[in-house]
């Protein structure tokens, strides 16, 4: 039986911000506003926009890195541990399943989901690595439908060049998202649980609180949903103020 490909974009803007709390604790909290589109083989579109699942995450400070005021030529560390919550903000819509093996396109899970968090820096000079960890586990929406818990992990490396009041930083790195397997009234879905490994490249420039970047992402390997989708890239970019 032959299959017709259906091409869908994902597409997210989103506001964040990290809140110091006291010296060594820091709420992050995360608001996007998705608007998704999807070609379907009878070239008729679907398109859904909205406010997507807020996140609310709180970090504590293990190991902090000094200021960036502070001058040393000595290695520094830091350690960030942390969980939260990811609201059922987004709507969830079961007729958008409906003629996709895709099971993702949705504005939101529609499900209390729990974060588990993990950030690690290393820096020497201009050099550093930078490596995070977290763990999602995703609940049952009132559709009776739960997504599979999901794992992703990531390292980069970089470097900072100084020009002038400039600070131009290239990074380089990979990343894993692992997917677990998807449930309906309790019962499996199939072709729902995958992996994906990729590669990273970004640049930033900064420019006293100010901090612009790029961010390109390849897929070096993937099986997602018993190969059934497919990512094509992922594409950011990113303003930071730093208030």
Not at 31 to 60: A, C, K, M
Not at 101 to 120: C, H, K, R, T
């Amino acid at each position: 039986m032959q299959t017709h490909p259906i091409t869908e974009n994902f597409n997210t803007v989103q506001a964040w911000a990290n809140i110091p709390i006291t010296k060594k604790a820091i709420l992050n909290v995360i608001v996007p506003y998705q608007f998704h589109n999807r070609i379907l083989p009878d070239n008729t579109e679907q398109n859904i926009n909205g406010i997507g699942d807020i996140s609310i995450l709180g970090y504590y400070n293990l190991l902090k890195a000094r200021p960036d005021s502070v001058v040393t030529i000595k290695p520094e560390h830091y350690l960030q541990l942390g969980g939260g919550i990811k609201m059922p903000t987004g709507k969830y819509d079961k007729d958008n399943n409906e003629g996709s093996v895709n099971p993702s396109f949705q504005l939101g899970n529609g499900s209390w989901d729990y974060i588990l968090a993990m950030n690690y820096g290393f820096t020497y000079r201009n050099w550093g690595v930078s490596a995070m960890a977290n763990y999602t586990i995703k609940t049952k929406n009132p559709k009776n439908y739960q997504f599979g818990n999901q794992l992703n992990l990531g390292i980069n490396a970089f470097k900072t060049y100084y020009v002038s009041d400039f600070a131009i930083t290239p990074i380089i790195g990979v990343a894993e998202e692992i997917y677990g397997t998807n449930q309906e009234l309790g019962f499996n879905v199939a072709d729902t649980k995958g992996d994906i490994f990729l590669g990273k490249l970004s640049v930033e420039a900064s420019y006293n609180r100010y901090a612009l970047g790029l961010t390109g992402m390849l897929p070096i390997s993937q099986n997602l949903n018993s190969d059934k989708v497919e990512l094509r890239n992922r594409l950011s970019v990113y303003l930071n103020i730093n208030l």
